[in-house]
């Protein structure tokens, strides 16, 4: 049986004494909880940053107005700064972020309900992916923490 990513991604943390730091919309912490779901995760896990509206993306991860009122929280530019903000706000070595629409209401023509940015910023290098996914609002939110962690342990091992 494969290991979940969290555990995955807590061996290899743990291996090269690495931390981790988490700013989350839409999965509402559902990633922060799966990462410290693993026993001694306290050893690499330094927090995780739920920032859901635009004034906490902007007050707790330094999020610019500009680039909310621009490119809207569910996009690229904002899932950067949200990564590099929570990178910042815990002093980790890689930080992890997640923005998304889970609906059922939200979404738009250009930004469906399912749309989902994710970002990874490292000391060598930041990564984006864009998700559409679709289902309920719950399946949303789960399918969304697993790219996240997914994303992470794809850093971790090499293949971004």
């Keep these: 049986m494969e290991k979940q990513p969290e555990v995955q991604i807590g061996s290899i943390l743990r291996e090269r004494r690495l931390t981790l730091a988490l700013a989350e919309s839409c999965t509402g912490g559902l990633v922060s909880d799966r990462i410290t779901n693993v ?39 904002v899932v950067l700064e949200m990564a590099r903000g929570a990178c910042k706000a815990l002093t980790v070595d890689i ?46 939110k789960a399918a969304s923490a697993d790219a996240a962690l997914q994303l992470i342990l794809d850093y971790l091992e090499g293949s971004l």
Aim: glycine share 14%; net charge negative.
């Design 39 to 77: 026993p001694g995760s306290s050893e690499y896990f330094l927090g995780g940053i739920v920032a859901y509206a635009y004034e906490a993306k902007v007050s707790l991860l330094n999020v610019s107005w500009d680039s909310l009122n621009t490119h809207g929280a569910v996009s690229k530019e």
């Design 95 to 140: 930080a992890a972020s997640i923005s998304g629409i889970a609906g059922p209401g939200g979404g738009t023509e250009s930004k469906p309900v399912g749309t989902i940015w994710l970002a990874l910023v490292a000391p060598n290098g930041e990564w984006t992916r864009e998700f559409h996914f679709s289902g309920n609002r719950e399946q949303i």
